[in-house]
């Protein structure tokens, strides 16, 4: 059910059986002993379908988020892709098929920020002020006063540190027959590269 067509729009969610994982999922935790205030569904397919995982619970706050189109190009590029082993046509065909997810994705969030008025938090944003997470999604001050985000963290590959923006050394990692891939790609939305502050030059691009 999660995996089969899961960026398909139409794809059919079984939603109560949905609610009900997550809420076995926090009965478990609260059992062993640990308290459970939220939960957090951040599953990137399921923004195609906002509406329905909103639904699932009396209560729940949206807050959206992107990234950079080349630094997110190359995070996916080299993580989930052979990039590294593909010649230079193969670089550019992974680059240029990550692009257009991004713009696909990108579209979508835009069209849920405007549509539900909800917060936009871009990865940039994040990584300059982690706390704006917090206010985003409208947790007070009794919230933020139980969290520290100087606390160094484990992020996928990267070595354990603090929340730190890391486009500059991802973008460095393509090639520039992959930079024009992507900029090939982007380059025909300007709007959406404006709604969420990035530009199509990849040099002006990074921060």
Not at 128 to 137: N, S, V, Y
Not at 151 to 179: E, F, P, W, Y
Request: charged share 30%.
């Amino acid at each position: 059910m999660v995996h089969h067509n899961r960026w398909s729009e139409n794809k059919k969610i079984d939603a109560e059986a949905v609610r009900a994982t997550w809420l076995k999922r926090v009965a478990r935790i609260r059992r062993a002993g640990a308290p459970v205030d939220y939960i957090m569904e951040k599953s990137p397919p399921n923004m195609m379908r906002h509406r329905l995982i909103a639904g699932l619970f009396s209560e729940c706050r949206l807050v959206c988020n992107t990234r950079n189109p080349y630094a997110n190009v190359a995070s996916m590029a080299f993580r989930y892709t052979d990039y590294a082993e593909q010649d230079e046509s193969g670089r550019r065909e992974i680059c240029e098929r990550i692009a257009r997810k991004w713009v696909r994705c990108a579209g979508k969030i835009r069209q849920i920020v405007q549509e539900e008025g909800c917060p936009l938090l871009t990865y940039e944003q994040f990584c300059e002020e982690p706390q704006a997470i917090f206010r985003a999604f409208g947790f007070d001050h009794a919230v933020l006063s139980r969290v520290s985000t100087e606390r160094a963290v484990k992020v996928k590959d990267h070595a354990v540190q603090t929340i730190t923006n890391m486009n500059q050394r991802q973008i460095a990692r393509l090639d520039d027959a992959s930079i024009e891939a992507v900029r090939a790609v982007i380059a025909p939305h300007g709007d959406l590269l404006d709604f969420f502050g990035y530009a199509e030059d990849p040099a002006r691009a990074q921060a």
